[in-house]
């Protein structure tokens, strides 16, 4: 089955995580500890894999969540390389956020709880629209 995604959709939903992203770390004090040591990093995946979506819009959820849990996997692992010019990026507030800051094997499970949760929402999206 052939599913051509809508680039303004996906574009507006690419923001649209990344200011519950913001906002999820303004209200952290009203959201519970466990739920609030991962809904970032799985905010931050469900973005990668809606930004992917946009750039690929033909492609398969499979494969735009491949991709996405890739990269997200490898700028994880990326934060085990300390240079002080990568260090030095990573303290500016946009560096920190794109980058990171030091490796957590359990950033690794909630990357995949956010690209599952994409593609979830994607497959259901699909799933009503062609009916």
Known sequence: MRYERNRLLYGIMTIIVVALGLYSRRISYAIPDFLNT??????????????????????????VALIAILFCYSIELSQLYHASWIDNIRKTTLGGLILGYGFLWSDLLAYAIGIGIGMIIEILYKTLRDK
């Open 38 to 63: 991962y809904l970032g990093d799985a905010l931050w995946a469900l973005m990668i894999f809606v930004f992917i979506g946009f750039i690929f819009k033909v492609m398969d959820t499979k494969r």
